[in-house]
DNA sequence: AATTCATTATCAC
DNA sequence: CTAACGGTGATAATGAATT
């Protein structure tokens, strides 16, 4: 038994929690969009820049189109943070079975906590509640057999919504859903599943049609994955804890660059973040990888791999460096995005 | 033959 | 007219290089 719960509109909730006299306009929390000049991405808008077309992960400059006139907050991190440390550690109060996925999402597996999907729902019930009284944010809550289930059962009467799928309703729920409701199903997928079905608007039903065969043929692991989901079937655990595997920091010029100075200043600057960052791992690291993304926004990387060392400046900016000046010889043209990302060594013990 | 490395693709938030 | 489009991290596929 699983539930999954899912902030509403998190980042711009919190911010019209903050100063309410943004509440009814629309507002959009992002990067800053310069007169409609920027090449970052809307975070999250409210409810009322949603009327106007906006929506997560949407070009800033699109938005700024869209509705010039909402408010545009820059993104308060640390903030947001803040509040969802408070959130996870409500929900670690009804079960220390806790996943969380990203600031305003979390899995819990309530197998142990409830008896039964009555019990549930008034557990889901209570951490609304308990979230809105501390926090004064809504939330989303879906509970489900598995956590694909409860994940998409969140989504279905959000703001503020609560849903129940038992496990005799659960093909009834989901036999209707498009396939992108699917957690791993993107656009790429969609489209080649499409394809192979020779039908658009995909509804999961559809993929029945598939034998798991096929769909591992076409789609290797993920294919079997399908094949499951679209019958209702997730083994997935709740995993409470997990090792970062890599750790990394990329930039987006304000506009393409060529200056070798910039370039390499950049360089520096994001390799420096790094390896502060992974020092605080105490971890070995074992690869280094930079990225390049160039005008056309064609993205390559580079890396290289060594016996395990500490993560120095000397070592991630030394070696990195000369995958970067590989890359930019090897292409000569403008440069839009810069990154570097280490690799740990597992640790271990688990 | 098995494992690791290098690179790209896809996805989620 | 169309495209516009961040940052962070995970996982998988594939082919080459190593062990």
Do not use: W
């Not at 799928?165 to 599943?193: C, N």
């Not at 094949?227 to 393409?256: I, M, P």
Request: hydrophobic share 35%; glycine share 6%.
């Amino acid at each position: 038994m699983i539930l999954h719960l899912d902030m509403d509109y998190f980042f711009a909730q919190v911010e019209e929690r903050e100063n309410p006299r943004f509440k009814g306009e629309p507002l959009v929390v992002g990067s800053d969009p310069k007169g409609g000049e920027a090449r970052g991405v809307v975070s999250t808008a409210n409810y009322e820049a949603r009327k106007f077309g906006i929506s997560s992960g949407m070009a800033i400059s699109k938005a700024y189109k869209l509705c010039p006139k909402a408010i545009y907050l820059p993104v308060n991190k640390n903030l947001y943070s803040r509040v969802s440390e408070s959130i996870f550690r409500i929900m670690e109060t009804v079960s220390d079975k806790c996943e969380r996925v990203s600031f305003d999402e979390a899995y819990l597996d309530l197998s142990r906590v409830a008896k039964n999907y009555s019990q549930a729902e008034k557990i889901g019930r209570d951490l609304k509640e308990m979230i809105l009284r501390k926090e004064k944010l809504t939330s989303s809550v879906g509970i489900g057999k598995n956590k694909m289930i409860a994940k998409i059962a969140s989504e279905e009467d959000k703001p503020d919504g609560l849903t129940v799928v038992r496990p005799g309703e659960t093909i009834g729920f989901i036999s209707k859903k498009s396939v992108r409701d699917i957690p791993g199903i993107g656009p790429k997928t969609e489209k080649e599943l499409e394809h192979i079905l020779g039908k658009s608007d995909l509804k999961v039903k559809d993929l029945k049609r598939l034998s798991m065969d096929q769909l591992v043929n076409d789609f290797g692991k993920r294919g079997a994955d399908i094949y499951k989901k679209a019958r209702g079937k997730d083994d997935s655990r709740v995993k409470t804890k997990t090792e970062t595997k890599s750790l990394g920091r990329e930039t987006t010029f304000d506009k393409n660059t060529t200056d070798p100075e910039v370039i390499i200043s950049t360089f520096k600057s994001l390799s420096k973040e790094v390896v502060d960052l992974a020092r605080e791992e105490e971890r070995n690291i074992k690869t280094i990888v930079t990225v390049c993304r160039f005008e056309g926004f064609d993205s390559y990387t580079k890396q290289i791999s060594f016996k395990p060392k500490k993560p120095t400046r000397d070592l991630v900016y030394g070696e990195g460096v000369k995958l970067l000046l590989d890359l930019l010889t090897q292409k000569a043209r403008p440069v839009r995005l810069l990154g570097v990302r280490v690799i740990f060594v597992k640790s271990k013990n688990r």
